[in-house]
């Protein structure tokens, strides 16, 4: 019920907000505060990674958040080297967004004396090493709402074009299951490898991933849309691949 009523607060917050036409309804998932994956997340992502506990002392779950991007956002940015305007703006417009969910969220929780950690979108990361030290894509990946391809996105039952965001209350909840089944078709059987041909500067590979060329690359396009605050963006990688609107093992399974 509680579940229902937050994602529904979500889903509906998120329709308000998308007159221009920019998302596709949100994917919301949850899990246990104390799983023990995200203590994993300190030897797999970052050693300085937080725990939910240390954001939130009473911390019992994590709410994740995935807000996919709508089809002419990502169509809009397959051609070409650089990132596309309609997905620098989109991927400000997403970050704000993400940013008034979790504000929505602590209100409606502070009405009913639930505490809430919020945690920014984006930009919440060691500027050197260019690692997060709270990662929303992993906290969504114990929550159940995907699993990482071999771009390193998570693929969702709506893809992987889109942004997430998480926050942590002190309300225990049932945690959201997760699939045992591999998303990404190169995991799954080596079968496809698309993002990496995506990739316009090399820095995704099958044998791993240069963050920092990559980073280099988002700074790039960013200069070119100082206007909109100089997003550092690219998301070739996520766009026109089989997982970007869907997880295309499902379309498989169902013959």
């Known amino acids: 019920m509680v579940k229902e ?3 529904n607060l979500i889903v509906d917050f998120v329709r ?13 998932g949850y899990a246990d505060a104390s799983d023990s994956l995200f203590k994993r997340l300190r030897e797999v992502t970052y050693p300085g990674h937080f725990l939910p506990e240390e ?26 080297y650089s990132a596309s305007r309609l997905w620098a703006y989109s991927y400000v ?5 993400l940013v008034e969910i979790s504000e929505m969220l602590k209100e409606f929780f502070r009405k009913k004396n639930i505490k809430c ?9 060691d500027r050197e090493k260019l690692v997060s030290w709270w990662s929303h894509r992993h906290a969504g990946y114990i929550a159940g709402i995907g699993k990482f391809g071999l771009n390193n996105m998570l693929i969702t039952k709506s893809g992987c074009a889109g942004r997430t965001s998480s926050i942590i209350i002190d309300l225990e909840m049932q945690p959201s299951p997760r699939d045992d089944d591999e998303y990404c078709l190169y995991k799954r059987d080596e079968s496809c490898t698309v993002c990496v041909e995506k990739c316009v500067n090399d820095s995704l590979r099958v044998s791993g991933f240069n963050r920092f060329s990559c980073w280099q690359r988002c700074l790039e396009n960013g200069e070119l849309y100082t206007d909109l605050g100089s997003p550092s963006v ?3 990688c996520v766009v026109g691949l089989p997982c970007t609107y ?3 093992l499902l379309k498989e399974s169902q013959f």
């Open 5 to 7: 009523k937050i994602r």
């Open 16 to 28: 308000s907000k998308n007159r221009e036409g920019l998302w596709r309804e949100p994917i919301v």
């Open 55 to 80: 954001l939130l002392p009473e911390a019992k779950t994590v709410i994740v958040f995935f807000v996919p991007f709508d089809s002419r956002v990502v169509e809009s940015n397959l051609l070409g």
């Open 93 to 97: 417009a997403t970050n704000q967004l």
């Open 117 to 125: 950690a919020v945690i920014l979108p984006t930009h919440n990361f």
């Open 234 to 236: 690219c998301g070739k």
């Open 246 to 248: 869907e997880i295309p």
